[in-house]
């Protein structure tokens, strides 16, 4: 029985050592954590197939993908400039009288929880980006496991933890529980300081509730439900409506449509031979689902919306369940007008979470902004297919209007195939995350889990090293020099 | 009667007019609202000493400042370094296989509904800086008005309204509305963005739940309950008694104490003369409260305070309560032990919003760390006072409780006096505020108001125009140019 007021207080113990180890070293241990994943390789992804039923290719890639986040992180702790340092130089002219020196910089919150994904056993479980994030930030990581894959999870904590502790990272920077009401219990626990999560919206939504309710409200970052709309211009049909048909099914099929990205509704103009086109396109090989929890989910959304009036089956696709409750399916592709999907709302705009997709025939483009602000919340992505030179007040209408639903516009491509990279932004408004100023993809993660601090007339001997003048760490410091605020409100006059 | 249903659509369409403004234009119309301040002072500072019974020099220094803050964030616009503008350019070479062009910057989240402050009639509450930092961001602002300065809000709102709107600001880009079922019913308006909020953390924490219970949650900013502790250190009190003891009366005193960062608790060791000291500083005026409710929160917890076993009172100051229950007071000031402070906690801890300030008498620096992680939750600030050329091992730690603790770590000087600046932090773990990841003064107080959104792919001419290569508005743009990724890992290594 694992006692969680030992995990919650070493998990304390060690976020405070951590925090405080130089960014050098802090690194170190995240790359030893991303060498060490690779001689497992072969191992891991044995297991975590049997456990979640993907393919070998796209658990490798997975596994490479997370170590270079590691990587990346490791660098983004080094570079400094998520301390967003500011200087404020002390200044007896300060239009508001003396102005004190006055340092600045974002410091790690404490312990976070990272509430396992299904989905991503690696690049959103134990060692995924929210642990990496976490760890570069300078916190310990408690990771309630994923039931999907209990011994990959049990795997991986072995292999990084060793790595990370055997590169000098305090004892317990990272820890494994398991069990959704150990879950809870811990996000109660005042020594957490930051949740996150990725899964179901239900889910989601319970878990960022008790985060707002405990007596200290903490903040939660929880990625939930996205269906991901995709907007195919006439002129793009025309061009190319072959590659469109492919890529879309590409992106419906891959890793079984379990992905938060993953196309949940094309919206064409109708197309003769487009519907068949598609159909053309989709395998026939079946491919599992990741646990009997999401089959059953799956097989609920699916009969729904093949049950629902004015839905036309394009491929109707297999879902079946075997001796352990394990779904395989094939896909699922249906057509229907939007004006059905506006009456049956209801039935069909909920995430349907495995390989089904919904083409929504449009008339006009001009109606598309009007008729999915009608529909949609928010989203993870929004994606145009326009035409190559094509530019229009509607397409600019629509591109805006995807800009304020979504966390990432795409145009051309498809929202599948998240890029780990400075600029990735993976969250948006609700219910697509919990909390949309943040990201769980990319170099920005790490702002989740860091706090604001400003320091008065400390002497440089006491500051820390971010802030100090010698600035040992070479961190990126703004200054801001004594005098400025003469000149305050005059900027906008220059060109 | 006011049609809420109106103010909330009128919000949303005057922000996204307003966020499409060009960064020169918003800064321009910022800039004339400070301009229109300044020749309505006389008529404003004379309904503000009406209304809150706050003296003229502080109004008028109040009234400057909220100038200089709308001026300050015209120029945090013009710059764009908010914007945090990434651009990571297509890479073939990419580790993870093809990165597609990708460019984030932060968007403005739409109306934010302001709650004003009592105490800062000018600086917190119509034009102040709430509203200030969420029209930078571009967003259209609605302000519940405190019921202690109606007249003063209505005159205020006129005035500043007139000026952006006369400055190309769209009709609707700031609007005022009273009572407090108004702000519940606007703060579930699914039109709202965002909330800010300054007062009690009673009312701080209701408000701060119906945000997140909302069926799409929105962030909201309170910034609550703060009791401020300053630690004197026995070399301090030996260096510079009379000093410390002058100013700490003067920083109780302002404002009748009515300020979130007066110090509550000020930790000193036994000292003959120090209590004399203070006492012979506090002066014998009356000072009004600002309004019946504060001045009947205030009786309540002076007459608990004085009431408590081991509490001595060192000056015990007046309440008197006027014909109008307007309150009147000076300055009570009380010693305590640290022994009595944990025994009598549930009695002395809470924040007592007036003139009013516990002296902590401790033993041993070596003693506070431990005594304090045991009184206090989060706090805006927490000073230290030590000697000139003071360092130890004590001091040290107690400096690293206090970031952990609170918001801003003050080495001497005094807590109240919050410099409006880059630098600033004015926010704290709860009850400081409701979000610490924010902070209410100062440039950075717009990123409250900003969510991030990536473009993938998009074509120059379909681009915002911080992401643009062009770069019309001249913003800084972070680049991460192609091939970046196969060093991934790599910088901990060099030195």
Chains 1, 2 share one sequence.
């Not at 408690?142 to 055997?166: D, M, N, Y």
């Not at 960022?208 to 211009?233: D, H, K, M, Q």
Request: charged fraction near 20%; aromatic fraction near 6%; charge should be negative.
């Amino acid at each position: 029985m694992i006692d969680l007021d030992v995990v919650a207080s070493t998990a304390a113990t060690a976020s405070a050592a951590w925090a405080a180890m130089p960014p050098r070293e802090r690194a170190r241990a995240l790359v030893a954590a991303a060498d060490a994943l690779t001689p497992a390789q072969e191992e891991l992804v044995r297991i975590a197939r049997e456990e979640t039923g993907l393919t070998e290719a796209r658990l490798n890639g997975e596994l490479m993908r997370t170590a270079v986040q590691l990587r990346m992180f490791a660098d983004v702790v080094v570079d400094g400039g998520y301390l967003d340092v500011r200087i404020d130089e002390a200044d007896t002219e300060f239009v508001l009288g003396v102005r004190p020196d006055l340092r600045r910089y974002r410091q790690p919150v404490g312990p976070v929880l990272n509430f396992a994904a299904s989905n991503f056993p690696f690049a959103f479980s134990v060692a995924g980006g929210d642990t990496a994030s976490a760890l570069a930030a300078g916190c310990a990581v408690i990771v309630k496991g994923h039931p999907g894959h209990p011994r990959l999870s049990l795997g991986t904590v072995e292999i990084v933890t060793a790595a990370l502790e055997g590169s000098g990272a305090p004892s317990g920077i990272l820890q494994l529980v398991a069990g959704q009401q150990t879950g809870i219990d811990l996000l109660n626990d005042p020594r957490i300081a930051a949740g996150s999560f990725t899964g179901s919206t239900r889910i989601g939504r319970m878990l960022a509730n008790i985060a707002a309710a405990r007596p200290v409200p903490i903040p939660f970052y929880g990625e939930l439900g996205s269906v991901n709309p995709v907007f195919v211009t006439r002129a793009a049909l025309d061009e190319r409506a072959e590659e469109i048909a492919d890529e879309f099914v590409t992106s419906v099929s891959g890793s079984a449509g379990q992905l938060c990205t993953k196309p949940g509704f094309l919206f064409a103009p109708a197309a003769e031979g487009f519907a068949e086109l598609i159909a053309s396109r989709v395998a026939a090989s079946e491919h599992r689902l990741l646990n009997p929890s999401i089959a059953g989910g799956y097989r609920e959304r699916r009969d729904t919306i093949l049950a629902t009036p004015g839905v036309e089956t394009i491929v109707e696709g297999s879902l079946r369940l075997d001796n352990e409750a394990q779904g395989w399916a094939t896909p699922t592709i249906v057509r229907v007008s939007a004006g059905d999907l506006i009456a049956q709302r209801d039935r069909l705009l909920d995430e349907a979470f495995g390989p089904l997709s919904v083409i929504v025939e449009y008339e006009g483009e001009e109606s598309l902004v009007a008729l999915v602000d009608e529909l949609f919340d928010g989203n993870l992505t929004g994606t145009v297919h326009a035409g190559r030179d094509e530019d229009s007040s509607a397409l600019r209408s629509l591109i805006a209007w995807i800009a304020g639903h979504a966390g990432r516009v795409l145009f051309g491509g498809w929202p599948t195939g998240v890029a780990v990279t400075s600029a990735q932004q993976h969250g948006g408004p609700w219910p697509a995350t919990t909390n949309d100023t943040g990201t769980s993809v990319g170099g920005t993660a790490i702002s989740r889990f860091l706090r604001p601090v400003a320091y008065q007339s400390v002497p440089q001997r006491l500051l820390p090293e971010p802030l100090r003048d010698d600035n040992p760490w070479h961190v990126p410091q703004q200054r801001a020099a004594a005098g400025e605020s003469r000149s305050w409100g005059e900027s906008y006059r220059s060109v």
